[in-house]
């Protein structure tokens, strides 16, 4: 049953602890799906699985205690990948949790509370309260019923949204988690109203829904083979119960990141919580906060890229292409279509790792320009837009990661080798010969030449998209003129399709005979029996398939083209028309009968195919020299003995012409 509306939230979660059993078979139901480790690995190490898994949530507790800073460092350098606790991660990266994981039950208790009182506060449905002096169709913001159609709106939005989710991951087109995102993103937008729903939201909470939901699988995994000795934190942090106040938490904490990135400038909260619409006298400050996004977009090109990649950025700003085209995309989903969900999550450990000053998506974003630079560098504007909009799936998500921390703390990380090539614009001019310009000429060409770097950078862009496209035609002529099918022919050549339908010919015959031999056969070796039809039929499919095979072709092929007109000098038509008359005199005097009807005679003459009208020799050959031309004299409509009714000729049966003469 499929419920909609804000009804279906009280039906899709759980409203206590114990009722997750739905839950908790779900995941189980999955288990067969889990990623079993190599015959390698397990030969490796000694260690169970049930061993790694406590081994993994003592060393975190105890890096906890010792050094927090670790966590951050195995987040930068990819070390998350196979962690079973990749959500306490991110939870104690994005300060959801605080190192103190001797609080963390008091503090996932809060966390939790504060997700069950949304329910309470936000899902009134006015047909289960008593409410008697409310209209239905009022507008009131206090009203009841019109915040349960505003609600009921925003709930399809959000859930139009959710379906669409990752296509192709089958874990988002489960109903279980599909009613848990709704719920979610209902709540928070039901909480910041400045804020509400916004589209790629959805793309947001889906990765931390996902890291969640199979840190939960690991922990049910992990109960079910161990059974005792279990640790009582890692039970209450990772309750499968509380999927949904989990992932809020971690999602609320995220969007409070990229706020910016989503914000609605013309909308401000109100005292009582309702949202309203600024006044036109607060346009200039509209306008100022709808440029957010784009204006650190601006910054992050004159900032960054300009001083990492001084050619790209000169050629964007050429080619005219702004960075908010693609680049808004980019930050507000966090590369979440530019990547692979693994290699998304990567990323994500690093992004939240930086979580304090959340600068790293803006070296993330010119890294990936970077590492694409020889594509655009070399293409037009349609297909530099191309690169950018559909970023390519083949770069190393690594590569990206390692070159944006470079940027971001050179002295920290170190700059991936070999990672980024740069095709290099330097003058290799020769040595200047005896009796040159001077050194002090040579320094004043020098600094003329480094002033006006823009126009080199113009011209060897130029000429690189010229070369570029000049080898593209040349590799097309070639292969234009080497386009052999066999044996010398050209590719669609009239001789090769000669040759390919006398063997099918050959092929067509073969095959016939053999079926006739084998129809023989085996009408001389089965007698015929009373009653057996079915084997009457095959036999007569099979003979009635040989006269199928039974086709004739004919080489040279004979083509009937079309009657050809008379070509008439001025005044023939007279002529013409006299020889006509003449013609049916003699036809009428020679009939036996009198009172029958004169006939036209259809009179076929000679005529000899020109040159010309075939210009091609390959054409002759294919089609042989002799030609079927069916050639009809032209005669009068107006023929005598005709009857008139109304004053009109009566219509008369077309007439066959006769047989065609085969002429050269």
């Not at 306008?287 to 964007?316: C, F, G, P």
């Not at 040159?436 to 060897?460: F, K, M």
């Not at 040279?556 to 049916?584: C, F, G, V, Y």
Request: glycine share 4%; proline share 5%; aromatic share 8%.
């Amino acid at each position: 049953m499929t419920v909609r509306g804000i009804e279906a939230i009280k039906l899709n979660i759980p409203k206590a602890k114990g009722d997750a059993a739905a839950i908790k078979t779900n995941i189980r139901e999955e288990r067969g799906q889990a990623i079993e480790p190599g015959p390698d690995e397990a030969s490796a190490s000694t260690m169970t699985s049930v061993e790694r898994y406590r081994l993994e949530w003592t060393q975190l507790l105890e890096n906890l205690d010792e050094n927090p800073e670790t966590l951050r460092l195995a987040a930068f350098n990819g070390d998350l990948k196979m962690s079973k606790f990749r959500s306490v991660y991110w939870a104690l990266l994005l300060r959801v949790l605080n190192a103190e994981h001797r609080s963390w039950h008091t503090q996932r208790l809060q966390q939790r509370s504060r997700y069950e009182k949304f329910r309470v506060d936000y899902v009134r449905n006015p047909h289960e309260l008593a409410v008697s002096d409310d209209d239905p169709l009022s507008q009131s913001t206090k009203s009841v019923w019109n915040q349960y159609f505003s609600d009921q709106e925003l709930f399809a939005v959000i859930r139009q949204d959710v379906v669409r989710t990752f296509p192709g991951v089958d874990f988002f087109r489960k109903a279980l988690v599909q009613n848990a995102m709704v719920n979610i993103l209902f709540y928070y937008a039901r909480e910041h109203p400045y804020m509400c729903y916004r589209q790629g939201m959805h793309e947001i909470l889906a990765p931390i829904i996902f890291v969640i939901y199979s840190d939960h699988q690991s922990l049910l995994h992990f109960s079910e083979i161990a059974k005792t000795d279990i640790n009582e934190t890692l039970l209450n942090v990772l309750d499968p119960g509380y999927l949904e106040a989990d992932t809020y938490s971690i999602f609320s904490r995220l969007m409070a990141s990229v706020e910016s990135y989503y914000r609605v400038s013309n909308l401000v909260s109100t005292p009582d919580g309702h949202i309203e619409q600024l006044n036109e006298a607060s346009s200039d400050k509209e306008q100022q906060t709808e440029v957010e996004v784009i204006s650190q977009l601006n910054r992050i090109r004159d900032k960054i890229l300009a001083k990492q990649d001084q050619h790209l950025h000169h050629y964007l700003l050429k080619m005219e292409i702004p960075l908010h085209i693609f680049g808004i995309r980019w930050l507000r989903l966090l590369f979440g279509r530019e990547f692979m969900l693994l290699d998304l999550l990567l990323l994500w450990d690093a992004i939240f790792a930086d979580s304090d000053r959340f600068d790293l998506p803006n070296y993330i974003l010119v890294a990936m320009l970077v590492h694409i630079r020889d594509k655009l560098l070399l293409s037009d504007y349609t297909t530099s837009l191309t690169y950018l909009m559909r970023y390519p799936g083949n770069v190393d998500v690594n590569l990206v990661l390692r070159h944006a921390l470079f940027m971001l703390n050179p002295k920290q990380f170190d700059y991936p080798a070999n990672a980024f090539t740069c095709v290099s614009f330097a003058n290799n001019l020769p040595a200047p010969p005896v009796g040159g310009p001077s050194a002090r000429q040579q320094r004043l060409r020098t600094i003329s030449e480094t002033s006006s770097s823009g126009s080199q950078v113009d011209r060897q862009i130029t000429y690189m998209q010229e070369r570029n496209a000049a080898d593209s035609s040349a590799l097309a002529k070639l292969q234009d003129a080497h386009r052999v099918a066999m044996d010398g022919y050209l590719e669609n050549s009239p001789e090769l399709l000669r040759l390919e339908l006398k063997n099918a010919q050959t092929v067509i015959k073969i095959a016939r005979s053999k079926l006739q031999n084998y129809l023989r056969t085996v009408r001389q070796h089965v007698a015929p029996r009373q009653g057996n039809e079915e084997l009457s039929r095959t036999l007569d499919g099979i003979e009635e398939l040989c006269s199928f095979l039974d086709v004739k072709f004919m080489f040279p092929l004979h083509t009937r083209s079309a009657p050809i007109d008379q070509a008439l000098e001025a005044n023939e038509q007279k002529q013409l028309n006299k020889t006509s008359a003449k013609t049916k005199q003699e036809v009428a005097r020679a009939s036996p009968s009198p009172s029958s009807t004169p006939t036209p005679a259809a009179v076929s003459s000679s005529y000899e195919m020109p040159e010309n009208a075939f210009m091609h020799s390959s054409m002759r050959r294919l089609l042989g020299e002799m030609r079927e031309i069916e050639l009809s004299t032209i005669t009068s409509d107006e023929k005598p003995g005709t009857v008139v009714q109304n004053g009109l000729p009566a219509a008369e049966p077309q007439k066959r012409h006769l047989p065609i003469t085969n002429l050269r």
